[in-house]
């Protein structure tokens, strides 16, 4: 199984900024792609950003903004969200898309979230 660890979330003001990460732990030897997801109250969850090996893809309305890494040798993602915006107010869901198995097969996993409120 694997587990996926948010820490980070907070209340700040708009244009400040947080870092969020996220630790996969678990009987892992690859993460193909990792990424975070965001879901304000009623509304749908949505992509912020993923990053495989080599590519990373943002929505638009955090490029610029946003940067996500990765550090591969401890399964870890990160999120430095600068110039945050009250609409940025959601609970931010760590993802990843883990091969598994003798045919790496591969399964999505989800953190818990951590809370993210800005204050206009």
């Known amino acids: 199984q694997v587990q996926l660890v948010e820490s980070g979330g907070g209340l700040v003001q708009a244009g400040e900024s947080l870092r969020l990460s996220c630790a996969a732990s678990?009987?892992?030897?690859?993460?193909?792609?990792m990424g975070w997801y965001r879901q304000a109250p009623g509304k749908q969850r949505e992509l912020v950003a993923t990053i495989s090996k080599g590519t990373t893809n943002y929505a638009e309305f955090v490029k610029g903004r946003f940067t996500i890494s990765r550090d591969n040798a401890k399964n870890t993602v990160f999120l430095q969200m600068n110039s945050l915006k009250a609409e940025d107010t959601a609970v931010y869901y760590c993802?990843?898309?883990?091969?598994?198995?003798?045919?790496?097969?591969?399964?999505?996993?989800w953190g818990q979230g951590t809370q993210v409120t800005v204050s206009s």
């Open positions: 993802y990843a898309k883990v091969p598994l198995g003798t045919f790496r097969h591969e399964y999505d996993y």
């Open positions: 678990g009987t892992i030897h690859d993460i193909n792609v």
